[in-house]
């Protein structure tokens, strides 16, 4: 496709469980980024990739965040035991090699925990 | 997690009037952008800016990246129906390519 997908756009699940997010970037982008957008809020980084690798998790907010990129195309970010301050918007961007160059973003994955 | 001081949070208008925006922070960032979000849709960058006192225009936008490296503005001219949406300062600096947003600022445009 010609922009970044996130699969599925909206997620509801219940406290306590587990869930994946997926993004597909822009073809031939090898960074992609992962940000989390509350209710009246701007978009806070979570973690970002350079390829396979992350080459920079610190936005993650705990250890029940965790997200992989094994071939350096899709990524998923994964949620380990739910909670309600866990419900945001989940949003993932892409860029080329070029370090700064521009960031463009998906649609989003709406999670909502009950 | 840190968000940057954007104001005003929200703008009603008539269509025709130009609009300001401007966003703060206690960091110095090496690049400014200015993003609009839509309903169920992600950020779309609007302008970048990469110098200190740069000045960009995008069309009817105009946007500058202050001379402390802490500020930037963006202004909209003759505002349209379009133009509504909540628009998005970002910083990004260091040795990341992360990006910090603002607090975003909601504009609503009178026909």
């Known amino acids: 496709g010609a922009g970044v997908s996130q699969t599925p756009s909206n997620k509801v699940t219940e406290k306590g469980k587990y869930v994946e997010l997926r993004c597909d970037p822009i073809s031939g982008h090898t960074a992609l980024y992962w940000y989390r957008q509350s209710l009246g809020q701007g978009p806070e980084f979570l973690i970002y990739?350079?390829?396979?690798?992350?080459?920079?998790d610190s936005g993650l907010p705990n250890d029940r965040f965790f997200a992989v990129r094994p071939e350096g195309s899709v990524s998923t970010l994964k949620i380990q035991r739910t909670e309600r301050g866990d419900s945001a918007v989940y949003l993932c961007?892409?860029?080329?090699?070029?370090?700064?160059?521009?960031?463009?973003f998906g649609p989003g994955t709406r999670l909502t925990v009950l | 997690g840190q968000q940057l001081n954007q104001s005003p949070q929200s703008m009603f208008i008539q269509e025709g009037e130009d609009v300001s925006m401007n966003c703060t922070s206690s960091?110095?960032?090496?690049?400014w952008l200015w993003y609009k979000q839509e309903p169920g849709e992600g950020p779309v960058l609007l302008i970048a800016l990469y110098k200190a006192g740069e000045l960009t225009s995008n069309g009817r936008l105009t946007a500058q990246f202050g001379i402390t490296r802490k500020d930037s503005f963006l202004n909209i001219s003759a505002s349209i129906p379009s133009d509504v949406g909540i628009y998005f300062c970002?910083?990004?600096?260091?040795?990341?390519?992360?990006?910090?947003f603002g607090t975003g600022t909601l504009l609503a445009v009178q026909p």
């Open positions: 961007a892409s860029s080329s090699s070029l370090a700064g160059d521009t960031q463009y």
């Open positions: 960091s110095i960032f090496n690049t």
């Open positions: 970002a910083g990004r600096g260091g040795a990341t390519n992360k990006l910090i």
């Open positions: 990739f350079q390829g396979t690798g992350a080459a920079d």
